[in-house]
């Protein structure tokens, strides 16, 4: 199981999200995935707007998923 962040550099939540993810022990791997420099990975998991959080299971399949700005309890609920 992995979270996976998706963002894009002009995205005014993404760097909040991304400083709030920085300072907590999340216990699962996090893969970042910038939408502009990997737009298929992105089309690939129906992403429409950013941040998006996916968590995604062992063959990559979509287990639970937040779009927005998000709080750490929400983050910490969608991989518990």
């Known amino acids: 199981m992995k979270l996976v962040k998706f ?12 400083k709030l993810m920085d300072g907590m022990d999340i216990p699962i791997e996090v893969q970042q995935v910038d939408v502009d420099k990997e737009p298929e ?3 690939q998991h ?7 959080l996916l968590l995604v299971d062992d063959e990559g399949k979509e287990l639970r998923r937040i779009v927005g700005m998000t ?8 991989y518990s």
Request: aromatic residues 4%.
């Open 7 to 18: 963002s894009a550099d002009w995205c005014a939540n993404c760097k909040p999200l991304t």
């Open 41 to 43: 990975i992105a089309q």
């Open 46 to 52: 129906g992403i429409l707007g950013v941040p998006t």
């Open 71 to 78: 709080t750490a309890e929400r983050i910490k609920d969608l």
